[in-house]
């Protein structure tokens, strides 16, 4: 079975200064990882997406995140906030033994940005 | 490059009632999802096709839940009778995914519809 866990509810960052969204996973094969975002009264967006190579992927609205092995971590980063990066973010995985695709989410953690 | 469609944005029913969603994924998507995200929560995948056939549905209450996607396009989700926890966000998807390909596409999701059981 695969399953994400996203440990903090809510990140409250002073914008311009860096943020961090942590996620963790679990997989029985190989992680295939996703970030989306999630405005108010809007779908999912796409961010970023690792799915093998540099542990350093990097996504739209100049967010990236950081694959770990070893911590089975998935980390979502930004060097400088803005009050508009406030809104839902969902950490996703897919085992690479799933051939049907199927994604599971976390429980997403809500970004606010402060003047 | 026009993105997944739904209606109705938001429907109000009674407990008991029956309600449909609609979706159009984005064109030449093989693959359509159904999820189901309850407030506070991340979203829940209900169901998966990939053209006409049914590729994963095992979180899919099919009691009361039911959905198709007769020519591999567009789909409805259908709710019958409606239950007061099945108050959520009905959120379509569609991918490049197929089964078994060696590629990783990313999901690409619509705006969802708000459904609302009194």
New interface residues.
């Given amino acids: 079975a695969q399953s994400?866990a996203q440990p903090e509810d809510q990140v409250n960052v002073a914008e311009g200064n860096p943020l961090t969204v942590k996620c963790t996973y679990s997989v029985s094969g190989n992680p295939?990882l996703?970030w989306?975002v999630q405005y108010p009264?809007?779908?999912?967006?796409?961010l970023l997406?690792y799915?093998t190579g540099d542990n350093l992927v990097k996504g739209s609205y100049g967010f990236e995140a950081e694959f770990n092995k070893s911590q089975t971590s998935f980390h979502l980063k930004k060097p400088s906030a803005l009050v508009s990066d406030s809104a839902l973010y969902?950490c996703?995985v897919?085992d690479n033994n799933n051939?049907?695709?199927?994604?599971?989410?976390?429980?997403?953690t809500r970004l606010m940005v402060k003047p | 490059e026009a993105g997944?469609a739904?209606s109705p944005r938001y429907k109000i029913i009674e407990k008991r009632q029956s309600v449909a969603f609609w979706c159009n994924p984005i064109s030449g998507h093989a693959?359509l999802y159904w999820y189901q995200q309850i407030l506070?929560?991340?979203?829940?995948?209900l169901i998966?096709f990939q053209n006409n056939g049914v590729?994963?549905d095992s979180q899919l209450p099919k009691d009361r839940f039911s959905a198709e996607r007769l020519k591999g396009v567009d789909s409805t989700l259908k709710i019958q009778p409606a239950k007061l926890e099945d108050s959520a966000v009905y959120?379509c998807?569609s991918?490049l995914?197929r089964?078994?390909s060696p590629y990783?596409y990313?999901?690409?999701?619509?705006?969802?519809t708000?459904l609302t059981v009194l």
Avoid: H
């Fill in positions: 994400v295939y996703f989306y009264n809007r779908g999912l967006q796409f997406k799915i969902f996703a897919r051939a049907g695709n199927m994604l599971t989410f976390g429980g997403g | 997944v739904q693959t506070g929560q991340g979203p829940k995948l998966q590729v994963d959120l998807a991918s995914d089964l078994y990783i990313s999901q690409y999701f619509g705006p969802g708000r």
